[in-house]
């Protein structure tokens, strides 16, 4: 997954730390992994933070595409593979792929309206 440093103005509810946010003092205001909300993102400003660092969410149709990309590499780099070691790592490949490009489909619903655990507020 990549990221993204952007201004805590453009940050958006739902958004994921992708790493810690420390006060000028060095204090832990949110932890990696935290879900942003609305509030959050106003604390962390009356906070003075300036900046945070987001996990970037690509559409299940720019996944879909990469990996179909990447499978098809697979396919050219493995066509002539015949021993066995080369066919389970061909499979190790396909498997880091779509595991990488695969995207986790979340709601509200399926987490209980859960609090996230990472903040530390």
Same mark, same amino acid.
């Given at each position: 997954? $990549?990221?993204?440093?952007?201004?805590?103005?453009?940050?958006?509810?739902?958004?994921?730390?992708?790493?810690?946010?420390?006060?000028?003092? &060095?204090?832990?205001?949110?932890?990696? &992994?935290?879900?942003? $909300?609305? $509030?959050?993102?106003?604390?962390?400003? !009356?906070?003075?933070?300036?900046?945070?660092?987001?996990?970037?969410?690509?559409?299940?149709?720019?996944?879909?595409?990469?990996?179909?990309?990447?499978?098809?590499?697979?396919?050219?780099?493995?066509?002539?593979?015949?021993?066995?070691?080369?066919?389970?790592?061909?499979?190790?490949?396909?498997?880091?792929?779509?595991?990488?490009?695969?995207?986790?489909?979340?709601?509200?619903?399926? $987490?209980? &309206?859960?609090? !996230?655990? !990472?903040?530390?507020?």
């Amino acid at each position: 997954m $990549s990221t993204a440093c952007i201004p805590i103005e453009k940050a958006k509810p739902g958004m994921k730390l992708a790493e810690d946010v420390s006060s000028s003092a &060095g204090v832990v205001l949110c932890r990696r &992994g935290t879900m942003l $909300s609305e $509030s959050m993102i106003e604390r962390l400003q !009356n906070s003075g933070i300036e900046k945070i660092v987001i996990e970037e969410v690509m559409s299940t149709e720019q996944a879909q595409r990469l990996l179909k990309e990447k499978k098809e590499l697979l396919h050219k780099a493995f066509a002539k593979a015949v021993s066995p070691c080369m066919r389970m790592l061909k499979q190790v490949f396909t498997s880091f792929w779509e595991e990488k490009y695969s995207v986790p489909s979340f709601s509200t619903e399926e $987490s209980g &309206g859960a609090v !996230n655990e !990472n903040a530390a507020w």
